[in-house]
């Protein structure tokens, strides 16, 4: 069934509801001790479940833990040029993505890049200088800060349009690392997250982090990439912080905002494979 905004008064007004709710209330969507608490002990215990995954014989791939009929139906999609984005939960003790006063969103996506190498895909994306060359409208601006090895410390300026628009200069550390022959991994961490006062300029003063409208509070992705089968399967799982819902108006706007960390999941597996393809008919 296609669902129209146009045709449904309902979805009119969740949107016009979100927009009222998240338009201009920026002390309400301060950042508390309890929330950061909280997400970072989700944070751990994600982060706990990868030891296992990145052993010799680890399902180093979401789909490679499915049963023999859900991972080979997985494949196959990703063979077909499918986009494959699933919603997570870490369950651990003491540990809940029910976090106070925010929102913990949790996604992991996965895409086949026919014809690739490990080789090519990883000098592109690496190129941090390059992001916002090949991320845009998401990316406006990167640059990679410094590199020492394994290490990097980059810079993104994100750009989000959905409800209303809103610019975040944000920092990262990321770590790469090599689980096996053909099997690399990334662990990209933000470190400062800060939004823009004036979207309409993107390079003029920012609001202190923890404030502003709260769309954007932390944003942790990790990469894994595999050369198999006639190519290279990406797979980032991403963590991300947001404020919470307005009181009262949760169970009609929950579903509108969780579906923006999903879309951008998709976007930004779709546009490197779209960049990945392309840089390698150039070297053809």
Not at 135 to 162: E, N, W
Not at 225 to 240: H, I, N, R
Not at 254 to 269: E, H
């Amino acid at each position: 069934m296609t669902f129209s905004m146009k045709s449904h008064p309902i979805g009119v007004l969740a949107v016009f509801l979100l927009a009222m709710a998240f338009g201009d209330c920026a002390s309400a969507a301060e950042l508390k001790q309890k929330t950061t608490a909280a997400f970072n002990r989700y944070v751990a215990a994600t982060e706990a479940r990868f030891a296992g995954e990145l052993r010799p014989g680890g399902a180093f791939l979401y789909i490679d833990a499915l049963n023999d009929s859900g991972k080979r139906n997985a494949y196959q999609q990703l063979k077909q040029g499918e986009i494959l984005v699933e919603k997570l939960e870490t369950k651990a003790p003491g540990v809940t993505s029910d976090v106070p006063d925010g929102m913990v969103h949790h996604w992991v996506g996965l895409i086949f890049i026919p014809g690739a190498t490990l080789v090519q895909t990883l000098s592109l994306v690496k190129d941090y200088d390059r992001r916002a060359e090949l991320y845009k409208p998401d990316v406006i601006a990167s640059r990679t800060v410094s590199h020492h090895g394994d290490d990097y410390k980059m810079f993104l300026r994100l750009h989000q349009k959905k409800f209303t628009t809103v610019v975040f200069n944000t920092d990262y550390d990321v770590h790469w690392g090599q689980a096996a022959p053909g099997k690399v991994f990334s662990n990209s961490i933000s470190t400062r997250i800060a939004e823009v006062k004036d979207p309409d300029k993107p390079d003029g003063p920012e609001l202190p982090p923890g404030t502003g409208h709260g769309y954007l509070w932390r944003l942790n992705t990790y990469w894994r990439f595999e050369e198999k089968d006639g190519g290279v399967y990406l797979q980032c799982e991403a963590l991300s912080l947001t404020r919470d819902m307005p009181t009262g108006l949760g169970w009609l706007l929950k579903p509108l905002v969780t579906a923006i960390p999903r879309q951008s999941l998709n976007r930004a597996l779709g546009q490197t494979r779209k960049v990945v393809m392309e840089e390698g008919k150039k070297v053809k």
